[in-house]
C-alpha cells in the first residue's frame, strides 16, 4: 500500500474507527492507489515498489478525500474542497512535469525505459526488470 491506516485517519480526525473500520480505510487507500496508477502509469513504472514520500502524501489525500465523499455528515465541506483540489494539482504537476519523483521511482517514458514481468508455463512470479 502507498499509504497506512494512521497517514488517512490524520486527515479524517471527525471520522472515526467506530464510523469507518480499518478494512474500509484500506479499501479506499487501495482506490487511491488506483487513481496514482492511472495517471502515472504513462510516466513511471507503477505499482512503486518503494514508495516516494510525496506519493504517500497523495494517496493518503485520495483515501481521505473518499471518505470524506463517503461520509459527508462527518466533515465539512470545504475539508472535502480542498482535498480534492490539493491531490488533483499534485497529480497534475507529476503528470506534466512541474514535479518530479525520485530517480530511483523508474522513470519510463523520459528514458526509453519498459517494465517486463516474467512468466512461465508453470506458474506466474513477479521479477520486474528495466529494458529498452
Known amino acids: 500500500m502507498y499509504c497506512d491506516i494512521s497517514d488517512v485517519r490524520r486527515r479524517t480526525m471527525a ?3 467506530s464510523d469507518v473500520p480499518d478494512h474500509l480505510v484500506e479499501a479506499y487507500i487501495s482506490e487511491g492507489q488506483d487513481v496514482i496508477d492511472n495517471y502515472l502509469r504513462l510516466i513511471y513504472a507503477v505499482p512503486f515498489l518503494s514508495v516516494p514520500t510525496s506519493i504517500k502524501r497523495i494517496c ?3 483515501a481521505a478525500y473518499f471518505i470524506m465523499r463517503d461520509f459527508p455528515d462527518r466533515i ?3 475539508d472535502l474542497e480542498r482535498l480534492e483540489r490539493t491531490y488533483t494539482k ?3 504537476d507529476l503528470v506534466n512535469g512541474n514535479t518530479t519523483l525520485p530517480t530511483d521511482s523508474l522513470p519510463t517514458s523520459s ?3 519498459f517494465v517486463y514481468k516474467v512468466e512461465s508455463d508453470g506458474s506466474r512470479w513477479d521479477d520486474y526488470n528495466t529494458g529498452n
Do not use: H
Request: aromatic share 6%; charged share 25%.
Open 60 to 62: 493518503a489525500d485520495i
Open 15 to 17: 471520522v472515526t474507527e
Open 76 to 78: 465539512f465541506e470545504q
Open 111 to 113: 528514458v526509453g525505459n
Open 90 to 92: 499534485d497529480i497534475q
